[in-house]
């Protein structure tokens, strides 16, 4: 059964830092990852989707990278800021059919002004 | 275009009560799915739906019934709600893609609704 963990729980920074959000999957047979931005109270709002054979994709000031190999992907954000607290989430897809994502259980971020 | 809608926003059921939950997507998806968030668990896929007519099991469907008579709604059903339901619900809907073998392609989610079971 795949598994996704996602380090650290909870970060907080204070504003202009560049910052790294790390996920890490279990079983390397994956389709695809995904990054998700949930903001308090909110839905989910995907951020980036990195296809098995990709390395990276970038948005913005975001940047995730993808290592199917040794099951690890990585979010940088740049230049942080306020507006970028909330709790992200990564995914990753691993079924054949439509089984849906694994979630991690999210890293909760706050941006200190 | 609404995306993804949720209805209700919030519910509050006594033990034994059902309700059904009804998601709504305008972007012709022929994919949704229902989940559940719990503090300290992360998201879980209850039921999904690959087209109209068509559901099947996730990670925890004990306890829900689904439906997808149209393929723009998707609802879940409670039929009889315990403590243990309660949770925030997600619908989601995401397109179909054959590139290299058939996989879904990025999961759009609704607003969620906040179930609390008495």
């Known amino acids: 059964k795949q598994e996704v963990t996602q380090i650290p729980a909870a970060l907080s920074v204070p504003e202009g830092e560049n910052l790294v959000l790390n996920c890490s999957f279990t079983d390397s047979a994956i389709y695809n990852l995904q990054w998700f931005r949930q903001d308090p109270g909110k839905g989910l709002t995907s951020l980036l989707l990195i296809q098995s054979s990709q390395r990276e994709q970038t948005s913005g000031r975001l940047n995730a990278s993808l290592d199917k190999s040794s099951g690890r992907s990585t979010l940088y954000i740049a230049a942080s800021q306020p507006g970028d607290s909330a709790t992200y989430l990564c995914?990753?897809?691993?079924?054949?059919?439509?089984?849906?994502?694994?979630f991690g259980k999210g890293t909760h971020l706050i941006i200190q002004p | 275009n609404a995306g993804v809608t949720q209805t209700p926003k919030f519910r509050v059921l006594k033990t034994g009560q059902s309700m059904t939950l009804l998601c709504a997507q305008d972007m012709n998806h022929e994919y949704m799915y229902w989940y559940r968030q719990d503090p300290g668990m992360g998201l879980r896929l209850i039921h999904y739906?690959?087209?109209?007519?068509?559901?099947a099991k996730g990670e925890v469907p004990d306890g829900y019934n689904v439906s997808r008579l149209k393929k723009q709604n998707f609802l879940l059903g409670l039929e009889s709600a315990a403590p243990s339901q309660t949770s925030v619900y997600f619908c989601?809907?995401?397109?179909?893609?054959?590139?290299?073998?058939?996989?879904?392609?990025?999961?759009?989610f609704g607003p969620g609704t906040r179930l609390t079971v008495l």
């Open positions: 995914a990753v897809y691993s079924g054949g059919g439509a089984d849906g994502l694994t």
């Open positions: 989601a809907s995401s397109t179909f893609k054959v590139a290299g073998g058939p996989f879904a392609d990025t999961q759009y």
């Open positions: 739906s690959v087209g109209e007519g068509t559901t």
